[in-house]
C-alpha cells in the first residue's frame, strides 16, 4: 500500500512516447482508477487479516472461559481474564514508548517544561525544535571550542528567550 | 498529535509526583501464573486437568491476537490508508488551472 503511487498532476497532452510508434491504449487516468481500486481491495484483504486474527482469539478465550464455568462453577469474569493477561504484544509498544519518553524527558527539565504546558501538540514540537536547535547550535560552538557538550538545562534560559523572540518561525513539524 | 502528547504530559506530572507510570509485564504474568496453579490444584480428575490444560494452553498461544490485530490493522494499516486516500483528494489540474487562471 505505501508504496503505490498517486499522481500529483496530470500532464496537459499524453506524452509522444505513449502514442509515437505506436499508442500504449491508456492515459494516466486510468492508472489513478487503477490504484483506487487496488488501495480499495488492499483495505478488504488487510480487513480478511484483521478477523482472521480476532475470531480465532475469541474462539480461544470462548472455549477457554467455557472451560473454566465448568470446572469452577461461580467463577468470577474478571479472574478468567487475569488467567489470560500479561501477553507482550506490540499493542502495548506504543504506550511504553510514550512511558520511556516522558522518562527522558523528565531528566532534562527544559523538555518536560514544553511537554507540560497546556498548548496543543503542534505549539510544543516547534517549541521541542527550537530548543533542539538552541541546544545543537551550542553544542557545535562549544564543540568547536572544547569539544565538551552541553544539557538542555544549559540551554533553557537561550531556548526561552528564544521561543518569546521567535514566533515568525516556521520551523517543520514533521 | 494531541493525544500521545496529551499522555506524554499526564505521564511527566505523574513521574513528578514520584509516581510508577509502566505496567508491570512481571508482576502481571506472576500474578497469572499464581491464579492458575491455584484454580488448577482444585481440579480432581486427571480428564478435567487435561482439558483446563488445553484449552488454557490454546488461549496463551493466541491472545496475543485479540490485542495485536488492533495494532497492526486499526493502528498502523489505517494510519497508511488515511496517508494515501488523502492523495486522491487533490486535484490533478489544480496547477494547470491556476495557470490558466492567470
Partial sequence: MESLKIPEEFSQFVPEEQVIPSPRGYTEAYELIETFNTIT???????????????LAYLAYLMFIDTARKLFPGIKEST???MVAGADVSMFRPEEELCRLSRLAIAQPPVSNILKKDIPAEEKIKELNILMLAWNGLNSWRGSRTRGSTSPAEVDGITTRAVGSTKWMSLSVT | MDVPFSYMKSYVERLEKGEKIERSLTAISEERDRIVKEYRSLIKSDEDRKSFDDAYNVVRAIYRYAEDHLFWVEHWLHTIWFEKIRQFRRDPYEVRRAEEAR
Fill in chain 1, 41 to 55: 481491495s488492499q483495505m478488504f484483504k488487510a480487513w480478511q487479516f484483521h478477523f482472521q486474527y480476532l475470531n
Fill in chain 1, 80 to 82: 478468567i481474564g487475569k
